[in-house]
């Protein structure tokens, strides 16, 4: 596909269990982003990626959030013991990973997580 | 506490006008700046970035950017109904490892409806 895509595109849960979150960025992009959006916010920054690394993982809100992208494509976002706060959309984007301020990033359409 | 803050609006302008979006931030060290259009439900869209002072144009939309006081806009020309949705102001606060542009930090948006 040409552009950034996640799934599930909805996923409801209870209280205390684990979810997974997955993102499959656009072709050849190295860079790799995740945020939450919560109703009337803009989004929030988790964690980024640059190859298979995590360059900065300092939006990550606590330790039960985890996210791992193995081969430096497909990466998915963990949430433990997920809680009813932990509601919101979660948006991936990707971007070539050049250096500059042009290094745009493109988003994929979200998973809109729901903790019961 | 790195911020940037957008007016919520709505704003609302007639169908024909200029529609005028402002974002303030709030680290002297920021780098780029992004435009995002948002429709309900939908992820964020780029419209544009800019990252020297003055005036960038690209069709209808002219970024400002004024880096002394802090402050980015959006001009909107001729604004069409299909313009309406939530415009994100999102910033690049440097290269923390010497490659893509980390993380960005969003404003809440301002909504724009513009009326037939």
């Known amino acids: 596909g040409a552009g950034v895509s996640q799934t599930p595109s909805n996923k409801v849960t209870e209280k205390g269990k684990y979810v997974e979150l997955r993102c499959d960025p656009i072709s050849g992009h190295t860079a790799l982003y995740w945020y939450r959006q919560s109703l009337g916010q803009g989004p929030e920054f988790l964690i980024y990626?640059?190859?298979?690394?995590?360059?900065?993982d300092s939006g990550l809100p606590n330790d039960r959030f985890f996210a791992v992208r193995p081969e430096g494509s497909v990466s998915t976002l963990k949430i433990q013991r997920t809680e009813r706060g932990d509601s919101a959309v979660y948006l991936c984007?990707?971007?070539?990973?050049?250096?500059?301020?042009?290094?745009?990033?493109?988003f994929g359409p979200g998973t809109r997580l729901t903790v019961l | 506490q790195k911020e940037v803050e957008q007016n919520s609006g709505p704003l609302s302008v007639p169908e024909g006008a200029i529609a005028s979006l402002n974002c303030t931030y709030s680290?002297?060290?920021?780098?780029?700046f992004f435009w995002y259009r948002q429709y309900s439900g939908k992820s964020p869209e780029l419209i544009m970035f800019?990252?020297?002072?003055g005036d960038k144009e690209d069709g209808r939309f002219t970024a400002q950017l004024n880096k002394a006081s802090q402050y980015v806009s959006l001009l909107i020309r001729d604004s069409q109904p299909s313009d309406s949705a939530t415009y994100l102001c999102a910033v690049n606060m440097g290269f923390k490892y010497g490659g893509s542009q980390g993380n960005l930090i969003f404003g809440k948006g301002t909504k724009l409806s513009v009326k037939p």
């Open positions: 990626f640059q190859g298979t690394g995590a360059a900065d």
């Open positions: 680290d002297r060290g920021s780098q780029s």
């Open positions: 984007a990707s971007s070539s990973g050049l250096a500059g301020g042009t290094d745009t990033q493109y």
């Open positions: 800019i990252y020297s002072n």
